[in-house]
């Protein structure tokens, strides 16, 4: 197994238009999150997955954000209508459900023009 | 209001001396504690973590100290190398399965070691 990886690593669009984001986590974890970091500060949570059950949701998840794990396994972040304050890098990690420690993957840099 | 702060923006150190990054935070109900290293274009990486019912732990070069009276922990780096240059996050999660992994982090801490 390669690790975490994300899909696309970069993305320019234009205000108003829709970007989704794909996160492959590590074959045997359970659990995948969403994160959202934006220059000069921490990640910051948006939502997490077990299995295909999506069991939190951050306030900082809008309604123009939607997240699915059909299967349990890859997920997908869609932006629907996006604005410039969408302009963030988006994290994909994921973990064993008994553990703290997560593996994150390189990243998705989103620029909102 | 940031829950996890980390008030050292940057920190510069000689190769060979001990690098100290420190970390504070206000949520009582953080009871486990992870640093995690980054380098550009790549996502975190685990580093070492504490949980609350200790005040050390130790793992190589690197050792988390945890004061829960003064809600504050430290990393050191003994002894510091060029390749230890990265930022370093301090992440907070509450206790319990259900919390596990959802961690609130710090705005990192970015380590230059000099050789």
């Known amino acids: 197994d390669t690790g975490v990886s994300q899909d696309p690593r970069h993305k320019i669009t234009k205000r108003g238009q829709n970007v989704t984001f794909r996160c492959d986590p590590i074959?045997?974890?359970?659990?995948l999150y969403w994160y959202r970091q934006t220059l000069g500060q921490g990640p910051e949570f948006l939502t997490y997955?077990?299995?295909?059950?999506?069991?939190?949701k951050s306030r900082l998840l809008s309604d123009r954000f939607s997240a699915e794990r059909p299967k349990g396994s890859f997920s997908t972040l869609e932006i629907q209508r996006t604005e410039q304050g969408d302009s963030a890098m988006y994290l994909c990690?994921?973990?064993?459900?008994?553990?703290?420690?997560?593996?994150f993957g390189p990243g998705t840099r989103l620029t909102v023009t | 209001d940031q829950q996890v702060k980390q008030n050292s923006p940057s920190l510069s150190v000689q190769e060979g001396r001990i690098s100290i990054l420190n970390c504070d935070y206000t949520?009582?109900?953080?009871?486990?504690f992870l640093w995690y290293k980054k380098y550009p274009a790549e996502g975190p990486t685990f580093l070492i973590s504490?949980?609350?019912?200790?005040d050390k732990n130790e793992d190589g070069r690197f050792t988390v100290f945890l004061n829960k009276s003064a809600k504050h922990l430290s990393l050191h780096i003994v002894p510091s190398q060029p390749g230890d240059s990265a930022v370093y996050f301090c992440?907070?999660?509450?206790?319990?399965?259900?919390?596990?992994?959802?961690?609130?982090f710090g705005d990192g801490t970015t380590l230059t070691v000099k050789p």
């Open positions: 990690a994921s973990s064993f459900p008994t553990s703290y420690e997560q593996y």
């Open positions: 504490i949980s609350s019912i200790k």
């Open positions: 997955f077990q299995n295909e059950a999506q069991l939190e």
């Open positions: 949520n009582s109900m953080f009871d486990y």
């Open positions: 992440a907070a999660s509450p206790w319990g399965y259900t919390n596990a992994g959802k961690s609130t």
């Open positions: 074959s045997e974890h359970n659990r």
